[in-house]
Every structure is written in structure tokens, then in C-alpha cells.
């Protein structure tokens, strides 16, 4: 039996951080009912295409185990099904701009009205305050959520993350956020509102750098490499390029074929615990003794040295053979590993967290299974859905529109019944 086998989730989000949230709670077994504008549905559909005329990755990749369903929730009609739908389910997830579902006539209050037991999840730039009607982007996200402020070098721009913290990092929040509420719900019989502003969800994955900004107070950042080159630190908590985020200094280093290969690069970690490991391992015991060098105390301030007397050995070896070398001594290391590497990787094939699905439209494609585990459910990533495929199923099987009544409602301009409906 999956975990959340009997909870029916209205699928109002669209782009990443919503699908991201909504997409979890179908792996996790959920029904999810993707509510999608007739003709075009979720704009991801047609972004970044590969396949012309196919659904794109973009989709496809974040919309995993869904339903869809065509409905114009502007059209009168439509407006009778949506709050058929509001009566059928558990969660509303949205992610629209603020106010949009004020305007399209479903307040929260409407909403209760309709559903007492009701779970009003929403994905918002901002939370309440000065910025709280602004759209925002991922990017965005990053930037207002601390994150770009901390990522890069000290003397370079600002950077975002390849990472997508401010959508799919919101997502978690959000999907984190409707499992409290459901178990709120089994005890007290109500439902709630719960929302994940991006802005918030950031700034709590950037708590470190936040623990840093006070930390400044008393003093340098002496873990910082731009304390050990002499830079004064300003006012803020700086940017610390590949500096480790903790007590115990670490850095991108080269590795073997560096010269051509833009991955062929490892973390490493001189962690105090494994400090004689290291000594031996890169040709210098004499390190272990040395009173310049045998605490991490003194080994602060020169970090350029160790860390360059480490990389003259890890450019003799591939990021492979580095992390062969280092894990039977404990010396925390990981190899960057490129997106085409990711894809081929054994280990997270078998773990179900890379999963090759098929697709009518597109044939196969790669993608992200889920990366929670739970020894009692397995997960299967089916397909995302085509648009409109389970428009009549919807209406028919979850909402009970028959006959007449469910000849009225497709024949209103409310919904769309996509050609591949009974395509499987
Ligand atoms: N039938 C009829 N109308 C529909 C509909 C449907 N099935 N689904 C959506 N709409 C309407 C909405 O009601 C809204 O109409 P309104 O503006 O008249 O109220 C309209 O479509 C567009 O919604 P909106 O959310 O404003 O889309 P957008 O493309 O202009 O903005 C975002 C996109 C992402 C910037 C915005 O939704 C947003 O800021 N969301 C919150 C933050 C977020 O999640 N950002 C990250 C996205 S990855």
C-alpha cells in the first residue's frame, strides 16, 4: 500500500516549484488531478521543445504519475466542475500569481464553504509584506533568498546555483508542509491553509550563511581561504568561491585530464580527524609532526600550501581513483560528476532516483524518479500525463457527471478531451 494511497490532491500548480511538490505526493501515492487550460494546458508543455509536436521535457519531467484534466475554470461550467473538485479532494495545491484564485471566484473562504476538511496549499514569491503580489521566478527566488549573495567568488559577480532551490526547494517545503497538515487534519477534522513563500524556503536552505553573518560580529571568518589571503571581510557575509560550509576546510581541486575535461575535478576535505591519513597519502608525513602544520589551528592559515601540495596529488589521479584512494582512509572526497555521467550512473539506476520512462509522444527518455525512499512503498514513475488524457475518466469516475448531465458539461467549451485520451 503507498503512503498516501487514498488522498486526492487538485493539481492547480503549473512550471516547477508547484509540479515539483504535486509530483512527490503521487509518488508517494496519492491521486494528483492536474487541472490544465483547454488547447494548451501547463506552458512547460510547449517550452524548451526537443521533439517537435511532443510534450517537452520540461514537462514531462516534472509531471510524473498525474491525471490531467482540460477545464476552463473561467468558463460557467468549468466553474461547476472545479467545485465538484474542490468537494472530491483533500489538497488544492495552486503556485498562480497571488490574488488568482480570488479572481477566478474561489476565495478561501468559498473554498471552505465547499469543503470544510479542505487543504489550501499555495507556492508564493513572497510572504506577507511589501513584495507579497510579485511574481516571481526561480532565479529570483535565489537572488531575494540570500542565496546568489553567497554563491561565487569574493571578487566576482553574484552567482545562482545550477541547483533549483527557489522551485524545487519550495516544493519540498510545500509538500513537507500538506503531509502536516493531513495528519493535522486526522486529528482535529480541519483543514488550514498552509503556504511556502520561495523567498522563505531559500533563506532556510542559506541558514549557514546566516550563522556566518552574526559570526562576523566577533571577528574574520577564519574558515573563509580569503581570510588566509589577506582580503578584509566587509560587512556581510561573503562569497566563499569552493570553500567548505563547515569547520573543516575543503576545495575544488584538479584531477587527472583537468586540462580537457571540465569535470575532471574533486571535492576535498582535509578534515581534522584524518589529518595524519592525508599526510601519508600525498608524500608528506612530515606534516603530522610539524608545529606549522599538525593542528588545525595553525593549518587556517595555510590552507593555499595544503591544498596545493594535495593538488599535485590529485592531479596524478582521475576524480575515480582520488575517491578509491580516499574513502578506504576516511578522507572525505566527491567527484564532479557532469550531468552525462549522472545519467549513466550505475548506482542511482538501481536505486530508482534515475529512471528511463516511455512516453507516446517522445518514445524514451530519462528522468528523476523519486529520491525518497521508504523501505514499506516502492515507487513507480509512470508517465506524465498527455493533456486532457483523463478528462472523461475525471468526470465520469471521480465526479459521477453521467448521461445527460456529462453530455452537457462536454459539450460547454469548459472542457477538453485530448485525442489520446484512451491512448493509455
Ligand atoms: N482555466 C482558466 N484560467 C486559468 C486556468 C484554467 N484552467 N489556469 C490558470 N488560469 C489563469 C489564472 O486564473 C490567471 O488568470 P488571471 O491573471 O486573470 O487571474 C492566469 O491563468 C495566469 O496565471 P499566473 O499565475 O498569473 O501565470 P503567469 O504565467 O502570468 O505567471 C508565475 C507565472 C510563475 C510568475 C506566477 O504564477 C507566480 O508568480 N507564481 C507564484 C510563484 C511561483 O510559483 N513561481 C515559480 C514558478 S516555477
Known amino acids: 500500500m503507498s503512503a498516501l494511497e487514498g488522498i486526492r490532491i487538485l493539481d492547480f500548480t ?6 515539483t511538490c504535486t509530483q512527490l505526493l503521487a509518488w508517494l501515492g496519492a491521486d494528483v488531478i492536474k487541472v490544465e487550460r483547454p488547447g494548451s494546458g501547463d506552458a512547460t508543455r510547449k517550452q524548451l521543445i526537443d521533439v ?9 519531467m516534472l509531471n510524473h504519475n498525474k491525471r490531467s484534466i482540460e477545464l476552463n475554470t473561467k468558463n460557467v461550467a468549468g466553474k461547476e466542475v472545479l467545485k465538484r473538485l474542490i468537494r472530491e479532494c483533500d489538497v488544492l495545491v495552486e503556485n498562480f500569481a497571488p490574488g488568482a484564485l480570488d479572481r477566478m471566484g474561489f ?14 496549499a499555495s507556492i508564493k514569491g513572497f510572504g506577507k509584506g ?31 546555483t545550477g541547483a533549483q532551490i527557489g522551485d524545487s526547494g519550495t516544493g519540498l517545503h510545500l509538500a513537507l508542509g500538506i503531509t502536516a497538515a493531513l ?6 477534522g480541519r483543514g488550514q491553509k498552509v503556504l511556502a513563500p520561495m523567498q522563505d524556503g531559500v533563506v532556510n536552505l542559506c541558514r549557514v550563511k546566516l550563522r556566518d553573518q552574526q559570526r562576523l560580529k566577533s571577528g574574520p571568518l577564519k574558515e573563509y581561504s580569503q581570510h588566509a589571503r589577506g582580503m578584509k571581510f566587509g560587512s556581510a557575509t561573503p562569497r566563499a568561491g569552493n570553500d567548505s560550509g ?10 587527472k585530464g583537468w586540462e580537457t575535461d571540465p569535470n575532471a575535478y574533486t571535492y576535498f576535505i582535509t578534515q581534522a580527524a584524518v589529518w595524519g591519513n592525508i599526510c601519508d597519502l600525498i608524500g608528506r608525513p612530515e606534516w603530522k609532526d610539524d608545529p606549522n602544520y599538525a593542528s588545525p589551528e595553525v593549518r587556517i592559515s595555510r590552507l593555499d600550501a595544503i591544498f596545493d601540495a594535495i593538488e599535485s596529488w590529485t592531479q596524478t589521479k582521475t576524480k575515480f581513483e582520488v575517491m578509491d584512494a580516499c574513502n578506504p582512509l576516511n578522507i572525505p572526497v566527491g567527484p564532479i560528476l557532469s550531468m552525462e555521467e549522472i545519467a549513466a550512473d550505475e548506482g542511482l539506476r538501481r536505486s530508482g532516483t534515475i529512471v528511463e520512462v516511455d512516453h507516446p509522444e517522445r518514445g524514451k527518455y530519462l528522468t528523476v524518479g523519486c529520491p525518497i525512499k521508504l ?3 516502492n515507487v513507480e514513475v509512470k508517465r506524465a500525463p498527455l493533456l486532457g488524457e483523463h478528462t472523461h475518466e475525471i468526470l465520469s469516475q471521480v465526479l459521477g457527471f453521467e448521461g445527460e448531465e456529462l453530455d452537457r458539461i462536454l459539450n460547454s467549451g469548459a472542457v477538453g478531451v485530448s485525442d489520446h485520451e484512451h491512448s493509455g
Open 52 to 60: 517537435p509536436g511532443a510534450d517537452s521535457l520540461y514537462f514531462t
Open 107 to 120: 476565495s478561501w473562504e468559498r473554498i471552505q464553504k465547499i469543503n470544510p476538511k479542505m487543504i489550501l
Open 14 to 19: 503549473h512550471v516547477q516549484s508547484g509540479p
Open 183 to 188: 495528519l493535522h487534519r486526522q486529528r482535529t
Open 375 to 377: 523501505s514499506e512503498v
Open 246 to 255: 563547515g569547520g573543516q576546510p575543503g576545495r575544488i581541486l584538479k584531477c
Open 130 to 160: 511589501k513584495y507579497e503580489d510579485c511574481k516571481v521566478y526561480e532565479n529570483v527566488a535565489q537572488c531575494a533568498g540570500g542565496a546568489a549573495s553567497t554563491t561565487g567568488f569574493p571578487d566576482g559577480l553574484p552567482l545562482v
